[in-house]
């Protein structure tokens, strides 16, 4: 029997065998174990023989549930980021319905940072993915956008929801202390070269708690973008 394909294994289209022993393992269980050792080591630190080790049983054993290591990372990648949220019930506000999408995937960008590597390049795509666009687009049904520019609003917003959580990952543990340490380093060894810099930052240490940070800079940025489009809604209305 030739090995599953990645769209057989993401679709759940594959003949499994009904005879013989129970099986040892489960597919879900390979993919959540892999998501473990990811979320703790990160993406570089997977391998089949890594993930065999941990469950305890032969690397050919893993191969008896998935092909390699491009079928198990797709899984992986469609477990993580899971199931989208419920916008049917804001279409008619079309903005609550894409606030709560960009505020749901940007959490699941938090929470496995490594899932955004592989979203990358030309891929087959999985049914929690591509119920991501279908929510999105939902939430926009009835704005008049075409269907070019809803796909293009939602490559928009999965943008900044994107590169915030990549900007924050990177951030993480030690990472704040060290940038602020440096910055207030450069700033001391350059201090009338960029005034309008340092003014800035000076200006953001001391804004009330709740604004600036990452959870500001997304609503800002989403705004800016809802914005925006709520222009073009209201040409096409």
Do not use: C
């Amino acid at each position: 029997m030739p090995s599953p394909t990645t769209v057989e294994l993401l679709w759940g289209t594959t003949q499994r065998p009904k005879r013989g022993p129970k099986p040892a393992l489960t597919l879900d269980g390979i993919v959540a174990e892999a998501i473990a050792l990811v979320d703790a080591e990160g993406l570089a630190a997977l391998s089949m023989q890594r993930l065999a080790e941990r469950l305890g049983f032969t690397k050919m054993s893993l191969y008896r549930y998935v092909p390699g290591k491009e079928q198990l990372t797709a899984l992986m990648l469609d477990a993580a980021i899971g199931e989208p949220p419920n916008t049917a019930v804001a279409q008619q506000n079309w903005r609550v319905g894409l606030r709560s999408w960009v505020e749901a995937i940007f959490a699941r960008y938090r929470a496995h940072p490594w899932a955004i590597e592989l979203t990358l390049g030309v891929r087959p795509v999985g049914p929690n993915e591509m119920g991501w666009t279908e929510a999105a687009l939902t939430a926009l049904a009835g704005t008049g956008l075409s269907g070019s520019e809803k796909l293009d609003a939602i490559v928009l917003l999965n943008g900044h929801a994107r590169n915030l959580a990549q900007q924050v990952a990177s951030m993480s543990g030690d990472g704040q202390a060290r940038f602020t340490e440096q910055f207030a380093e450069m700033m001391a060894a350059a201090a009338d070269r960029y005034p309008a810099v340092r003014a800035a930052f000076a200006e953001e240490a001391g804004a009330p708690a709740g604004k600036g940070g990452s959870n500001d800079a997304l609503r800002f940025g989403v705004d800016r973008i809802l914005d925006g489009l709520a222009v073009l809604v209201d040409q096409r209305n």
